[in-house]
């Protein structure tokens, strides 16, 4: 189903989003987290890539697995990297003959070790190339794209950053996932923004359970995303006496305490990133499903 249809139930829900191993050795465990995550009853599964596309082509087969084996919603990832009419029809009309109706679609991250986005084609250099372009050509996919609550690093203003989202929705985008944060205030002043710029779609927020300092600190320097400071240093603290568990423990908690906020404010639902790890989620979940009287 179309992602722009399932959003109209108007029910809280969560949506995860999965990072493929790019050994093909490691994907019986990755689909054995699929397995477990499962039972969230997930409204759609992002299925994502490596920076500068590096595990793009692995793409078409994990959607089309977790569609046709595992009755999941998956919505595919697609960056303008190494885009051109043919490759993009090529990957488009896949997923059509998969069944797959959802695209997320993206400007795409410079290669590893590069600072700097270079476009490959002309014709797609910016999200909003792909969104017009998917709209044209296959107006059955719902397409969803991306919004920063603290603003693209690359964008001059906040304003420019928004009237970058409102041109991606115009083009034809039906949904918008947010980047990572952690102030729950920074996302509802982005909604409420975003409202006031004429954008109308649904802005689902993006949940990040903190699990590995390092880890963070690297994708923090990446896509200009803050952490509150008596978080980042509580986080410093647990890992100073308690190392990765300790961090474990306490992004678990905060994760927890995050969606329970978003969801008493109205937001339509929470998309997690998983990390891959199933147990973390499994526990946030226990909190959503007590929430809607499920098990």
């Given at each position: 189903?179309?992602?722009?249809?399932?959003?109209?139930?108007?029910?809280?829900?969560?949506?995860?989003?999965?990072?493929?191993?790019?050994d093909?050795?490691?994907?019986?465990?990755?689909?054995?987290?699929?397995?477990?995550?499962?039972?969230?009853?997930?409204l759609?599964?992002?299925?994502?890539?490596?920076?500068?596309?590096?595990?793009?082509?692995?793409t078409?087969?994990?959607?089309?697995?977790?569609?046709?084996?595992?009755?999941?919603?998956?919505?595919?990832?697609?960056?303008?990297?190494?885009?051109?009419?043919?490759?993009?029809?090529?990957?488009?009309?896949?997923?059509?003959?998969?069944?797959?109706?959802?695209?997320?679609?993206l400007?795409?991250?410079?290669?590893?070790?590069?600072?700097?986005?270079?476009?490959?084609?002309?014709?797609?250099?910016?999200?909003?190339?792909?969104?017009?372009?998917?709209?044209?050509?296959?107006?059955?996919?719902?397409i969803?794209?991306?919004?920063?609550?603290?603003?693209?690093?690359e964008?001059?203003?906040?304003?420019?950053?928004?009237?970058?989202?409102?041109h991606?929705?115009?083009?034809?985008?039906d949904?918008?996932?947010?980047?990572l944060?952690?102030?729950?205030?920074?996302?509802?002043?982005?909604?409420?923004?975003?409202?006031?710029?004429?954008?109308?779609?649904?802005?689902?927020?993006?949940?990040?359970?903190?699990?590995?300092?390092?880890?963070?600190k690297?994708?923090?320097?990446?896509?200009?995303?803050?952490?509150?400071?008596?978080?980042?240093?509580?986080?410093?603290?647990?890992?100073?006496?308690?190392?990765?568990?300790?961090?474990?423990?306490?992004?678990?908690?905060?994760?927890?305490?995050?969606?329970?906020?978003?969801?008493?404010?109205?937001?339509?639902?929470?998309?997690?990133?998983?990390?891959?790890?199933?147990?973390t989620?499994?526990?946030?979940?226990?909190?959503?499903?007590?929430?809607?009287?499920?098990?």
């Amino acid at each position: 189903m179309r992602i722009a249809d399932l959003l109209r139930r108007q029910e809280p829900f969560l949506s995860l989003e999965f990072f493929p191993p790019k050994d093909r050795a490691q994907w019986p465990g990755f689909f054995d987290v699929v397995r477990q995550l499962k039972v969230l009853e997930p409204l759609f599964c992002s299925v994502t890539y490596g920076a500068g596309g590096s595990t793009q082509h692995n793409t078409l087969e994990i959607v089309t697995r977790m569609k046709q084996e595992y009755g999941l919603e998956p919505l595919a990832h697609l960056t303008c990297v190494g885009a051109d009419r043919d490759r993009l029809g090529v990957f488009l009309q896949g997923l059509r003959e998969a069944g797959v109706d959802n695209v997320l679609a993206l400007r795409g991250d410079p290669p590893k070790g590069e600072t700097e986005f270079r476009p490959d084609s002309d014709e797609f250099r910016h999200g909003s190339d792909l969104v017009c372009h998917i709209h044209s050509e296959f107006a059955n996919l719902s397409i969803g794209v991306a919004g920063y609550p603290e603003k693209h690093p690359e964008a001059v203003s906040l304003e420019a950053d928004l009237e970058h989202l409102r041109h991606k929705v115009a083009c034809g985008a039906d949904f918008v996932i947010t980047q990572l944060f952690f102030d729950n205030d920074l996302y509802f002043d982005f909604v409420d923004r975003a409202r006031g710029a004429g954008i109308d779609v649904p802005i689902i927020p993006g949940v990040l359970p903190v699990q590995n300092l390092a880890a963070l600190k690297r994708m923090l320097a990446f896509c200009g995303a803050t952490v509150p400071e008596g978080y980042m240093r509580d986080l410093e603290h647990v890992q100073a006496v308690y190392g990765d568990s300790g961090v474990r423990g306490l992004g678990l908690g905060y994760a927890r305490s995050q969606v329970r906020n978003l969801l008493d404010r109205g937001a339509p639902g929470v998309h997690l990133y998983t990390l891959n790890k199933a147990d973390t989620c499994l526990e946030i979940w226990k909190d959503f499903a007590g929430r809607q009287g499920r098990r």
